[in-house]
């Protein structure tokens, strides 16, 4: 079982489609498949019903997926700590500011944050997105 197998089962299970599923991880389709049919021989279980359109996952899929989902978000957190430790800094920020003072704040507030933090990305919305 490896991490990717479980992050495509939880694709799999939001999406409840192979091909959206396999689109929204940067995989072909059969690539997922194929991972989700080891995963399930290995566990010796079966995790979807697809005799229902759209499929849904069987009790014991319901299960495993939940635990699936704890288990890749603790393996996230393996980064997140690494990133600590290391002093790296990451994360979103979301900044709203009125359109008449967005001129002078967003400028003061980069320069001051920014300017700390080598290693960013910045991106601005005029949307309120």
Known sequence: MTIQQLEYLIAVDKHR????AAESCFVTQPTLSA???KLARELEVILFDRS???FIPTEIG???IAQAKRVVSESKGIYELVAQLKGDISGTIKLGIIPTLAPLLIT???ERFFGKIPQREARSTGDGH
């Not at 489609?17 to 959206?20: A, E, R």
Request: proline share 6%; net charge positive; glycine share 6%.
């Open 35 to 37: 991972q989700l049919s």
């Open 108 to 110: 003061f507030v980069c």
């Open 52 to 54: 229902k359109m759209p």
């Open 17 to 20: 489609h192979f091909g959206q």
């Open 62 to 64: 319901v299960q495993i």
